[in-house]
């Protein structure tokens, strides 16, 4: 199985790190190598943050106390800080701004901790704090309008009405006038909107009710033999009065509605203060001195100013939510974050509703990509940009089994299954997935499985392997290395100076051979027929051998940017990471031959299935041969 990548191993939204992982290999019934993250740049530590950094940390967050926090080193202050606050959802953007920071790869991690404790985590505070005002402020709204809708057929609105979705408004609206007789209007008009979609529904609380019930009070008037015409006049205008202060939220009273209508209109003016058309159209009826005005803005012109009110909020809002979407978008496509970047893109190109959704939780909801299958004909292995490995056994779509958390690199070989933390910790477990794990090593940069052997590459370059059981002595290869490949008896070593050795045979044997001195990437595999050696030079070129260590490269392919082996198969992917995994057994090509989409960022072999990272943050896999279908995975559930 082989393996290639770009990883993301910190969340888009508050991170913007983008790691490189070469591809890896592996063999069928032997192992799988997975090769290490490479940078794309190098990073200038900062240095450890002080003890008044972490202290002004601690202040916010109510731990000033705690003085045995302010001594932790920083990534363990980061820790400590993510434990206090990740059950608290008030610090959503807190939470997940550690998680980027101590989740960070180890040599980045230190900068990364540095960040967060000194600016990352107040920005991250900020944001916490815009979101619950958003939220306040939207329900604030909420209950307004649905408040003044309600005070408009003379009922006021408790939790009931307050508390569940505008559905659940509506509904309980039409239950209280479906059998009363004053309100076949609103009756209706409530009936239509639970029958529309939710802006039906919103449009009903905005203003709809409200005019339902305006005009079934004019109906009822119209239609009382008992009054005169000045009294049904009268009534007409205090009932237009009551309506218009409702729109507004104006507290009801017998001296308002009594008031002239210039009086009133002056108190209109008084406390629409929320409402800037509001205001203006008072202002302007109360320098007419013409009575017809006065009445035509009580009777009609408060409303329409009213609804240009909320069309003009709705506008505002929207433009707000508008921009705040497009920095998550900017941040996720920054960061790598596939998944994340989609909804955002998706949610802005949906309506208001849909972007206001986004911002409150749909962002939040947003699974963690998948950064790394790995795949053998019994099983599949995916790990998260949030470092939870899985393995599951059998069928494609077999189980998930949660292996381990804060796994930067995940291994399958055999019934071996072995993980690198992003402590640099080794661990590999053999038999069920529900074994346990055995630490193997610290200070990891690289762990390769093939068969019973399991190699590590130290974060100083040194090469060592075990051979046997989980807790076989070790036996140490080399130094200077930055890659390390198993394949059966074979080991390969690309050192720091891209030169690509390999050797083959017991452990003790000396005999490295030479490949090629500019490897980007090296490849091992291996059938029944022969074993055949990759290498992926420094200038994109692909060459492979069949044979003996020392014969002669036979097959080259240029512009290829990625590529991985196992058993025949050969997978190449171009610099877009769109790519072909066919079969070569010694030189016959068959018909068939599996494409990989652009933007795809690793691939894993076995001899009957073939998995990848697409460009969409899922995993995919097909299963047979290399015609059949890939399907979809979406990461699962922690």
């Known amino acids: 199985m082989t393996s290639m990548k770009r990883a993301v191993w910190a969340r888009p939204l508050l991170a913007a790190v983008i790691t490189v992982a070469p591809i890896t290999v592996v063999t069928p019934g032997t192992g799988y190598a997975a090769a290490p993250p490479l940078r794309t740049a190098a990073v200038a530590v900062a240095g450890p943050a002080t003890y008044e950094e972490k202290l002004a940390v601690a202040v916010k967050f109510g731990l000033v106390d705690d003085f045995a926090l302010l001594e932790l080193a920083d990534r363990d202050f980061v820790i400590e800080i993510w434990k206090h606050l990740k059950d608290q959802p008030e610090h959503a953007e807190v939470r997940l701004a550690a998680e980027a920071a101590f989740g960070a790869l180890p040599d980045e991690a230190a900068d990364a901790c540095h960040a967060f404790i000194t600016a990352g985590v107040f920005a991250a505070f900020d944001r916490d704090v815009a979101r619950e005002q958003r939220t306040a402020d939207a329900r604030r709204e909420r209950d307004l309008a649905r408040t003044t809708a309600a005070a ?300 019973n052997r399991i190699g590590v590459l130290l974060t100083d370059g040194t090469v060592t392997v075990r051979e046997g059981g989980l807790t076989a002595a070790w036996d140490q290869q080399r130094t200077g290395a930055r890659e390390l490949v198993l394949n059966g008896d074979r080991i390969g070593v690309v050192l720091t100076g891209n030169q690509a050795y390999v050797k083959e045979g017991t452990l003790a044997s000396n005999t490295w051979v030479l490949q090629h001195s500019n490897v980007r990437r090296l490849v091992l595999a291996s059938t029944e027929d022969f074993e055949r050696i990759g290498i992926l030079r420094g200038d994109n070129v692909f060459q492979y051998k069949d044979g003996a260590l020392n014969g002669a490269f036979a097959h080259t392919t240029a512009g290829i940017s990625e590529v991985a082996m196992t058993g025949p198969r050969i997978a190449t992917l171009v610099a877009d990471g769109s790519g072909t995994v066919r079969s070569d057994l010694g030189g016959t090509i068959p018909p068939h031959t599996a494409r990989i989409v652009a933007g795809s960022t690793r691939v894993s072999l076995d001899t009957g299935r073939i998995c990848y990272v697409g460009g969409d943050g899922l995993g995919y896999c097909n299963n047979g041969g290399l015609g059949a279908v890939f399907e979809a995975y979406p990461t699962p559930a922690v």
């Open 152 to 451: 408009s057929i003379d009922v006021v609105a408790g939790p009931a009405l307050l508390d569940g979705s505008d559905t659940d408004f509506v509904r309980l609206i039409w239950e209280r006038v479906v059998e009363d007789a004053d309100w076949p209007g609103v009756k209706a008009a409530a009936r239509t909107a639970l029958d529309g979609d939710d802006a039906d529904r919103a449009a009903f609380i905005a203003s709809g009710m409200a005019a339902a019930a305006r005009q079934d009070i004019e109906n009822r008037i119209a239609a009382d033999d008992a009054r005169t015409e000045a009294e049904k006049a009268a009534e007409r205008a205090r009932a237009a009065k009551k309506l218009a202060a409702n729109r507004i939220g104006l507290p009801v009273t017998d001296e308002l509605l009594d008031l002239p209508d210039r009086d009133f209109i002056i108190e209109i003016w008084n406390g629409a203060d929320a409402y800037p058309e509001v205001q203006a159209a008072a202002i302007t009826a109360v320098r007419s001195s013409d009575p017809a005005v006065w009445t035509a803005f009580i009777n009609t012109g408060l409303h329409a100013a009213k609804d240009r009110d909320i069309d003009n909020a709705a506008q505002r809002q929207e433009a707000e939510d508008r921009r705040l979407a497009n920095g998550v978008l900017d941040r996720a496509t920054a960061a790598g974050w596939k998944q994340l970047a989609a909804a955002a893109r998706a949610a802005l190109a949906g309506d208001a509703a849909a972007v206001s959704r986004f911002l409150l939780t749909g962002q939040y909801e947003v699974a963690a990509d998948v950064t790394q299958m790995v795949v053998t004909n019994t099983r599949v292995g995916l790990l998260t940009a949030s470092g939870h490995a899985y393995v599951n056994e059998g069928g494609l779509h077999a189980p998930w089994v949660h292996q381990y958390a804060n796994v930067k690199q995940l291994v399958l070989s055999g019934n071996r299954i072995g993980v690198v933390t992003r402590a640099g910790v080794a661990l590999v477990k053999e038999g069920a997935l529900t074994a346990p794990f055995v630490q193997q090593r610290i200070n990891v940069k690289q762990l390769a499985l093939a068969g």
